[in-house]
């Protein structure tokens, strides 16, 4: 099985922390260049130093996804100087919790463009390349949400399914040239995200936070929360020669939670 990305150059967003950076150090332990992108500029930094790197040209990009037409220019003037980004990982941070009803429309307007725009915009700078060279992977970490809606989260059900959507659409489009496009559907992974739900859900039933952690573990076949390790072994592997074959699906990795094929 051919998992080696020696001379890819991968851009991994939100990779600074959680599933982003998991992502980021499993891809450069294949081979890949990394540039990571996200706010922090001094923590960004650090992460580098963190990254296997074998002779590998790593970097980063610090950037703000609530300003989404200053990413897509940044994205590429990055390619024009750099070639092209084989890889694409879209990743960043879902939306606060609440019931749909209660939502207000400026949340949809934010979550909209931090998510499905900035993919758009990232993906549009990096395509060119990928075409000229004949492989690409874009990768869109959602959510399970995209086959099951998970209650209590009614702006990021929606925005993922729209995603979701925009990245089925553009794999259709772009598979003859190489280039595939896949989302990964992460299950409840142990990252700072999962603990500001766990803490919400404390509150507002009047529990202990590790009363509503085992509530949820309990609705698990694993019986456990995912590392974010796990993600992304899942994103190395679509991002790999060997799935050059995978186009188009929503792979939940969710340790069989998602009730549905």
């Known amino acids: 099985m051919n998992l080696d990305l020696q001379g890819k150059r991968a851009i991994v967003c939100g990779s600074t922390q959680g599933i982003g950076k998991a992502a980021a150090r499993q891809l450069a332990l294949m081979g890949a260049d990394i540039t990571l992108v996200a706010r922090n500029e001094k923590v960004l930094q650090e992460v580098l130093?963190?990254?296997?790197?074998?002779?590998?040209?790593?970097g980063y990009l610090c950037a703000?996804?609530?300003?989404p037409e200053a990413l897509g220019?940044?994205?590429?003037?990055?390619?024009?100087?750099?070639?092209?980004?084989?890889?694409?990982?879209?990743?960043?941070?879902?939306?606060?919790g609440g019931p749909i009803s209660q939502a207000g429309i400026s949340a949809f307007r934010?979550?909209?463009?931090?998510?499905?725009?900035?993919?758009?915009?990232?993906?549009?700078?990096?395509?060119?390349?990928?075409?000229?060279?004949?492989?690409?992977?874009?990768?869109?970490?959602?959510?399970t949400s995209v086959k099951q809606p998970i209650p209590g989260l009614g702006v990021s059900n929606t925005i993922r399914a729209a995603v979701a959507g925009w990245a089925k659409t553009l794999s259709r489009e772009v598979a003859r040239h190489g280039i595939t496009v896949n989302n990964v559907l992460p299950g409840a992974t142990n990252t700072s995200r999962l603990t500001q739900l766990i803490d919400a859900k404390a509150k507002k039933s009047g529990k202990a936070f590790n009363e509503v952690a085992r509530g949820m573990t309990a609705?698990?076949?694993?019986?456990?929360?995912a590392e974010a390790e796990e993600i992304g072994n899942a994103i190395g592997f679509l991002a790999s020669p060997a799935a050059a074959y995978?186009?188009?699906v929503?792979?939940?990795?969710?340790g069989g939670r998602t009730a549905c094929y």
């Open 49 to 58: 130093k963190d990254l296997f790197n074998d002779g590998q040209n790593h």
């Open 219 to 225: 609705e698990i076949p694993a019986a456990r929360f």
């Open 73 to 96: 220019e940044l994205a590429e003037s990055f390619v024009r100087g750099n070639g092209p980004v084989h890889i694409l990982v879209n990743n960043t941070g879902g939306p606060a």
């Open 246 to 248: 995978i186009n188009g």
């Open 110 to 143: 934010d979550t909209f463009e931090k998510h499905l725009v900035c993919n758009h915009l990232l993906a549009r700078a990096c395509l060119p390349g990928m075409q000229e060279a004949g492989y690409g992977r874009i990768l869109n970490v959602i959510s």
């Open 250 to 254: 929503s792979l939940p990795v969710d």
């Open 64 to 67: 703000d996804f609530s300003q």
